[in-house]
């Protein structure tokens, strides 16, 4: 028996594109977010938060989410562009 994305169900690899690549968008909006560099004002004059590394990884993960949900996106065109001309 063989193991991995069945050939003759690619939606079951695309819809798993998509769920992966937009938890990646909403992790990487979070944490770009939380991790913004900002300056507060606190008892002891002023505080700054965040740390730019941070920041700039979740905006890659954004990034890389955004590019996965849109091959997903694309391939289910394809995939339903071909369907509706094969059929007669």
């Known amino acids: 028996m063989r193991s ?4 003759e169900r690619p939606t079951d690899v695309m819809y798993g594109l998509l769920v992966i690549g937009l938890t990646l968008q909403v992790a990487g909006c979070i944490t770009a977010v939380e ?3 900002r300056t507060e004002l606190g008892q002891g004059g002023l ?3 965040g740390d730019q590394a941070w920041m700039l990884a979740g905006i890659l993960a954004f990034g ?3 590019v996965m949900s849109l091959i997903a996106v ?3 065109g394809v ?3 071909m369907r509706a001309h ?3």
């Open 4 to 7: 991995g994305p069945n050939p």
């Open 35 to 37: 991790q913004a560099p």
């Open 47 to 49: 505080l700054e938060t």
């Open 64 to 66: 890389l989410g955004g």
């Open 74 to 76: 694309i391939a289910f």
């Open 79 to 81: 995939l339903l562009g």
């Open 86 to 88: 094969a059929q007669p």
